[in-house]
């Protein structure tokens, strides 16, 4: 079956790989448009361009897929589907009637349609999520799902182990949609739920709220967003790993142990495992502390 890929992401990228590997390797690549990164803000191409180069398909970035030049290079590969994965924008008519068009969407849909899936779920304290393979629609994820496939969510995943695992899934699911074509249903829109776009407040750990519910969002952002605490001593502190043990003081941050603890709602403790100072690589807390001691 001749495809398109739509895709931006790392995520992305990996779905695009098994794509490649399958009989309905795509004809296009269609990713975002390179972006400022690191330090230095260099331009670099998204995962799933490089991606695409690598694996000589031909690759098109335009500032806007709904652009009359970009519908007509789509076009132009004659594509049966229209595969997206976390492209990263919207999609609108007419583009959208033009093709049929599958999306790969990590998620149990209609719980968590929307930006940040797998974070959601993690931080929601969800023991289950999975993949969708879904219909695009004018909608947000509101498309009639075509295959789905549940993966648990374990006590010790953050956001790295766990996409792992959804984008091999997904990657799976997606050829054999491709490969079956089989019927999909209606969403039950009642059952919906949105997952949110992570802003810069997600990313900052309020010692208001449980500690338990700080150590899951720790989780949801590590490895790619990254959460962090301010205290006025030591400005901002990024948070790798961190885990709800014992009782401190609500709000207070305790570093005369032998790691950094933050007092959370109720009395409870937020034990802060692994941090990231500015400009440095992450550290256990222990050395972290002693650092500070010298």
């Given at each position: 079956m001749?495809t398109?890929?739509?895709?931006?992401?790392a995520?992305?990228?990996?779905?695009?790989?098994?794509?490649h590997?399958?009989p309905?390797?795509p004809?296009?690549v269609?990713?975002r448009p390179d972006?400022?990164?690191?330090?230095?803000?260099?331009l670099?191409?998204p995962?799933?361009?490089?991606?695409?180069?690598?694996?000589?398909?031909?690759?098109?970035?335009?500032?806007s897929?709904?652009?009359?030049?970009?519908?007509?290079r789509?076009a132009?590969a004659q594509?049966h589907?229209?595969v997206v994965?976390?492209?990263?924008a919207?999609?609108?008519?007419p583009?959208?009637?033009?093709h049929?068009?599958l999306?790969v969407?990590?998620?149990?849909?209609?719980?968590?349609?929307?930006?940040?899936?797998i974070?959601?779920?993690?931080?929601?304290?969800?023991?289950r999520?999975g993949?969708?393979i879904?219909?695009?629609?004018a909608?947000?994820?509101?498309?009639p799902?075509?295959?789905?496939?549940?993966?648990?969510?374990r006590?010790?995943?953050?956001?790295g182990s766990?996409?792992?695992?959804?984008?091999t899934?997904g990657?799976e699911l997606?050829?054999?949609?491709?490969?079956e074509?089989?019927r999909c249903?209606?969403q039950?829109?009642?059952?919906?739920?949105?997952?949110?776009k992570?802003t810069?407040?997600?990313?900052r750990l309020?010692?208001?709220?449980?500690?338990?519910?700080?150590?899951?969002?720790v989780?949801?952002?590590?490895?790619?967003i990254?959460?962090?605490?301010?205290d006025?001593r030591?400005g901002?502190?990024g948070?790798?790993?961190?885990?709800a043990a014992?009782?401190?003081?609500?709000?207070?941050?305790?570093?005369?142990?032998?790691r950094?603890v933050?007092?959370a709602?109720?009395?409870?403790?937020l034990?802060?495992?692994?941090?990231?100072?500015?400009?440095?690589?992450?550290?256990a807390?222990e050395?972290y502390?002693?650092g500070?001691?010298?």
């Amino acid at each position: 079956m001749r495809t398109v890929f739509l895709g931006t992401s790392a995520f992305a990228a990996a779905v695009l790989r098994r794509l490649h590997d399958s009989p309905h390797r795509p004809s296009l690549v269609v990713s975002r448009p390179d972006s400022p990164q690191g330090r230095g803000r260099r331009l670099c191409p998204p995962p799933a361009a490089l991606t695409g180069t690598e694996l000589n398909l031909p690759l098109l970035q335009p500032q806007s897929v709904n652009a009359p030049e970009a519908r007509e290079r789509i076009a132009a590969a004659q594509p049966h589907t229209v595969v997206v994965c976390a492209y990263g924008a919207l999609i609108k008519e007419p583009l959208l009637s033009e093709h049929r068009m599958l999306n790969v969407h990590p998620s149990l849909l209609p719980r968590w349609r929307g930006a940040a899936p797998i974070e959601r779920a993690i931080m929601a304290g969800d023991t289950r999520t999975g993949v969708s393979i879904m219909v695009v629609t004018a909608g947000l994820d509101s498309g009639p799902v075509c295959l789905q496939e549940t993966e648990p969510i374990r006590d010790d995943d953050d956001y790295g182990s766990l996409a792992t695992r959804l984008q091999t899934l997904g990657a799976e699911l997606l050829v054999k949609a491709l490969d079956e074509q089989p019927r999909c249903r209606d969403q039950d829109d009642a059952e919906a739920t949105y997952a949110e776009k992570i802003t810069p407040e997600d990313r900052r750990l309020d010692p208001s709220q449980p500690a338990a519910d700080l150590a899951r969002r720790v989780r949801a952002l590590t490895p790619h967003i990254g959460a962090f605490i301010e205290d006025e001593r030591i400005g901002r502190l990024g948070v790798i790993r961190a885990a709800a043990a014992g009782s401190a003081p609500p709000g207070e941050l305790d570093l005369s142990g032998p790691r950094p603890v933050l007092g959370a709602a109720g009395g409870e403790a937020l034990e802060l495992l692994v941090v990231q100072p500015p400009g440095k690589k992450p550290m256990a807390g222990e050395d972290y502390l002693r650092g500070r001691r010298r």
